[in-house]
């Protein structure tokens, strides 16, 4: 059954192994790094497993809001048109809802160009909130150094 | 870059001198160039060690310069009396040898800047120290340095090639980072005053300073060396993570020291300017990370730094956001 154990639980079983059983028989400094390095990335991995689907999901509505919000305020045509190119489909796979992502992250950018051009105070408060929100789920996933598969959580 | 290499380079660039390679063995940590310590013993029984800074594979590399620069570099600094550098010996331009373009320099019996501060020394000599090396290197006038090494025509020419740095990234990601393109936005509302041009380091922390007993302070590293806005520098060192850190407990008190050093005013470097810098001086390296993960995107292998730096992507993102979030907002200038 893919549910058990989940892919986050199986990277936090290969971290558990090459710390335990593989790290000490490495004698040579350089390689020491090099796998603990791969270890961080792991723990990464495992990280974004767990909720990368979730946060793309939750923040592209926002994105999209923000974009036709600022559209409708100001009559742009090409944030109208960055809106209407970056809709969020149903598909949960991984892929898509990367497409959906980074289209939406475009309409948004168009947008908060927009507003930052002509200085428009309310909507670039929003916009940076939205920016906020932003990295501190990346680093929430992408930490480097968290316990695998928990630290998002 | 190993035993069997370096001798045969010994062999062919100091035929006379009879060198037996004793060893030659990778020394970790850098992030972007492969680096061997070897030990030369010469017929007349004399033993010398050097280091090799050679090129990885491109396969495996993720940040990128060009060892035929950094040659030239290191040979239009190297008797300069504002500093001491490595003394850079023999240089395998082709790779011919060494397997790949490799720089041989003086090893150094030293430890660095980095190492002395985690001993717990008085911090403040210690600033004081650090800003004197930062700015023996700012300080040297360019008529010094060799035509070899490249000069901007202009500082606003300069200025805006290195905020290009981010169209680069967002060209490389097709536009969808926002933090990127609000980051880039804010910078070009704010352009700083114009300084004099200056060399810059590129890479300028305690870990690439060589502390050695008797003699003054040596510089290493060179890689991202260039003739530019001295501020790089400062703004870079901002976001070097080692503690103990010599800017970010007294900003006035680093500054102070600083414009006392290089002669620039209040208006030109300032804590609010330092940290616009951070932005431009980190960007070249952040390049070179957007560019490694958009490979790894695309199927193409880049080490264990193209997915490590995954990390590094995320960590810059939000010292990116933070510090334009401060930066007001004005006309575009740039």
């Known amino acids: 059954m893919i549910t058990r154990p989940s892919t986050s639980r199986v990277l936090e079983d290969v971290v558990e192994e090459l710390t335990r059983d593989i790290m000490p028989v490495i ?37 999209l809001a923000f974009a036709d919000d600022v559209a409708k305020a100001t009559g742009s045509a090409e944030v109208a048109a960055a809106v209407a190119g ?20 475009r309409a948004f950018s168009t947008a908060m160009d927009l507003v930052m051009d002509t200085v428009n105070r309310d909507f670039i408060e929003r916009g940076e909130a939205l920016l906020k929100t932003r990295v501190t789920n990346e680093r929430a996933i992408l930490s480097g150094s968290s316990a695998v598969g928990r630290s998002a959580s | 870059m190993n035993v ?32 061997v310590m070897a030990e030369v013993q010469w017929a007349d029984g004399t033993t010398e060690k050097f280091v090799l800074r050679g090129d990885p594979a491109e396969e495996d590399s993720v940040f990128r310069s060009d060892r035929a620069d ?32 490799a720089i041989v320099s003086e090893a150094i019996d030293s430890s660095s800047m980095q190492k002395f501060l985690d001993s717990g020394p008085d911090l403040d000599k210690a600033r ?100 530019g806005d001295p501020r790089l520098d400062l703004g870079y060192y901002l976001q070097i993570p080692m503690p103990p850190h010599l800017y970010h407990p007294d900003p006035e008190a680093f500054l102070t020291s600083y414009r006392a050093l290089t002669g620039m005013t209040e208006e030109q470097i300032n804590p609010a300017i330092a940290k616009y810098f951070l932005l431009l001086g980190t960007s070249h390296l952040m390049v070179d990370i957007v560019r490694g993960t958009a490979d790894v995107t695309a199927g193409q292998h880049r080490g264990i730094m193209g997915t490590f730096l995954m990390t590094a992507y995320a960590h810059f993102n939000n010292l990116y956001l933070d510090y334009s979030l401060e930066l007001p907002y004005s006309e575009v200038s740039a």
């Open chain 1, 27 to 63: 004698t040579d400094p350089a390689q020491q790094i090099r796998l603990h390095m791969l270890m961080i990335v792991l723990n990464d991995c495992a990280n974004a497993s767990e909720r990368e689907i979730s946060v793309m999901r939750a923040e592209i509505p926002t994105y």
């Open chain 2, 70 to 101: 950094e040659w030239a570099m290191l040979q239009a600094v190297k008797d300069l009396p504002n500093f001491r550098i490595p003394a850079p010996r023999y240089f395998d331009a082709t790779g011919e040898y060494m397997g790949c373009k």
């Open chain 2, 128 to 227: 004081e120290d650090f800003v004197a090396i930062m700015a023996s290197a700012h300080n040297t006038p360019l008529e010094s340095i060799g035509s070899s090494i490249e000069r901007p025509s202009s500082w606003i020419e300069h200025i805006c090639d290195v905020i290009a740095n981010y169209e680069r990234m967002l060209e490389l990601i097709d536009n969808c980072d926002p933090v990127l393109r609000y980051t880039l936005k804010k910078i070009r509302m704010n352009l700083p005053p114009e300084v004099p041009m200056a060399l810059v380091h590129g890479d300028l922390q305690p870990g690439n300073f060589l502390l050695s007993e008797g003699t003054d302070p040596y510089i290493i590293d060179w890689e991202f060396s260039r003739i």
């Open chain 2, 4 to 35: 069997e290499r370096f001798q045969a380079f010994l062999d062919a660039v100091e035929p006379d001198r009879g060198a037996t390679v004793l060893s030659a063995s990778p020394l970790p940590g850098g992030y972007s160039r492969d680096t």
């Open chain 1, 86 to 105: 970056a809709q969020m489909g149903d598909s949960l796979v991984l892929t898509d809802v990367i497409r959906d992502y980074e289209n939406a992250s």
